[in-house]
């Protein structure tokens, strides 16, 4: 069994981007530069804000934050996002979510334009996706292909299973499998038999957010698990809290041939691939 390190594949690709980045300003263009919008104190928010400036600044991008109370209204965060559009200095435009119950998150979302929104969540690359146009992916499913490729090689003619079908991860990542020409199946909370279904398949996503739902019993023997899940359980010993996968580890490292580790698997990734975006939006310029 393999335990696939996504913190060492983020890495690589992380100094591929930063190298990427010097060949860009030598050749005398500007540094990629993403807005990060943060409305509201939620903590796990300000942890993930405060990582992705710290990874874009390792990276050479430069990163512009713009930090609002949580009292925001729709129309204020409407504006800004508007100002960011036109900005020729802003390559790229991330709203952190989730956004304070006063704002309708869709709506900001389709408010950005396409060609900036480096999450791949506006309804455009979301058809871009599904059609199998060039867009921006989500970051999540786009670390976890990188990491499958990497891990499997060509994917085509694989059985991969989906667990969950949200518009941030299940869905984006049955797109970049059915484009890789995997055989893909999507679960989620009205599947019928889920064992089954996991039977069945060369490669598991699990996106759910349930700890440890998917049971070693339940995976194919040489299957790839790819473990998406971040769930925060008490530690055994009643002191404190871990954070567990999706997918009960040690049960599911008996019977895989490869799987991700939680922390240390799908999460760098997302970060690295942020920057993926960035530098891309910043080339279409
Ligand atoms: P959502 O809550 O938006 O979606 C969860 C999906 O799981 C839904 O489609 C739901 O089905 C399905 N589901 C729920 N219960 C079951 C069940 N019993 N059996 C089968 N399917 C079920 O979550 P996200 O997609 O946003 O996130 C999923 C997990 O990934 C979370 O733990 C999240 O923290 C983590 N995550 C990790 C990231 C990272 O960088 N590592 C980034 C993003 C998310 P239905 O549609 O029918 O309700």
């Not at 509201?40 to 990582?51: I, K």
């Not at 334009?113 to 059609?131: E, I, M, S, Y």
């Not at 060509?154 to 518009?167: F, M, T, W």
Request: aromatic share 2%; hydrophobic share 45%; glycine share 8%.
């Amino acid at each position: 069994m393999q335990i696939i390190d996504g913190k060492a594949h983020a890495l690589r690709l992380r100094a591929d981007i930063a190298q990427q980045v010097i060949a860009r300003t030598a050749a005398g263009a500007r540094a990629p530069a993403l807005a990060v919008v943060l409305v509201g104190e939620d903590p796990a928010s300000q942890v993930y804000v405060r990582s992705k400036i710290a990874a874009c600044a390792e990276a050479g991008i430069t990163s512009i934050e713009h930090r609002r109370d949580a009292t925001l209204s729709e129309a204020e965060l409407l504006a800004l996002v508007d100002q960011l559009n036109r900005d020729p200095a802003v390559d790229g435009i991330l709203v952190q979510l989730p956004l304070p119950a006063q704002i309708d998150s869709a709506r900001v979302i389709a408010a950005i334009d396409p060609d900036k929104d480096v999450d791949g969540f506006h309804p455009v690359n979301a058809g871009r996706l599904a059609t199998g146009l060039d867009g921006f992916v989500p970051c999540t499913p786009l670390g976890c292909l990188r990491l499958l490729q990497s891990t499997l090689g060509d994917l085509s003619g694989a059985e991969a299973l989906v667990i969950g079908r949200s518009n941030i991860v299940g869905r984006p990542m049955a797109s970049l499998l059915i484009s890789a020409s995997a055989t893909v199946t999507v679960a989620h909370s009205r599947s019928r038999d889920l064992p089954a279904l996991t039977r069945r398949a060369d490669i598991v996503i699990a996106a759910v957010g349930r700890p440890e739902m998917v049971r070693g019993a339940w995976l194919k023997p040489g299957c790839t698990v790819i473990d998406v899940g971040v769930n925060r359980v008490p530690k055994e010993s009643g002191q404190g809290t871990r954070l567990v996968g999706d997918v009960a580890f040690s049960e599911a490292a008996d019977v895989a041939a490869h799987i991700t580790p939680v922390p240390g698997g799908v999460g760098p990734m997302t970060i690295a691939c942020l920057l993926e975006n960035t530098l891309k939006a910043a080339a279409r310029a």
